[in-house]
């Protein structure tokens, strides 16, 4: 893989050497580059600032929300599993399908060893462990462990 500038290399090698100095100041989880902080900073404030033309629905990430669009509103799967066919959007969420074909679990829990198909799945499983609990309700105050447990709890409220 090559780079057009040295700083990209460095961002780069911090994937490698497992450097995260960017910190945040809410809960103490760290990253490798300063546009990740920022981007996680937004499950602190519940902030949905990206809002999707066709249906309303509001996204705390662009990312989330150019997915959204393509898997709700284009339904386009150009990714296809060469072991049964099936279809996908996304590249990486072929390589994590295909991993159900295998058995193969490369996120590891430090804590008690339980294997993960995405680094997403063992991040969620480590607040068993840690007892982070990021995600608030503004309406109460009370906090879960992830986002999808806050958006079912926020149902009660209306």
Not at 29 to 47: A, W
Not at 50 to 70: D, M, N
Not at 94 to 107: K, N
Request: glycine share 10%; charged share 25%; hydrophobic share 20%.
């Amino acid at each position: 893989m090559g780079f057009t500038q040295n700083s990209s290399l460095r961002k780069h090698q911090r994937i490698h050497t497992g450097e995260k100095p960017f910190e945040c100041g809410k809960c103490g989880k760290s990253f490798n580059q300063c546009s990740s902080l920022i981007q996680h900073q937004v499950i602190h404030t519940g902030e949905r600032p990206y809002t999707c033309l066709e249906c309303g629905k509001s996204f705390g990430w662009i990312t989330a929300l150019r997915k959204h669009h393509q898997h709700i509103h284009t339904g386009e799967r150009s990714y296809k599993c060469p072991q049964c066919g099936k279809g996908f959007q996304i590249s990486s969420d072929l390589l994590v399908h295909q991993r159900s074909h295998t058995e193969e679990r490369p996120f590891l829990c430090p804590d008690c060893g339980k294997g993960f198909r995405k680094n997403s799945a063992l991040t969620i499983h480590r607040r068993i462990h840690t007892g982070e609990t990021p995600y608030k309700c503004p309406e109460c105050g009370k906090s879960f462990s992830t986002g999808s447990t806050l958006t079912r709890h926020q149902r009660k409220h209306q």
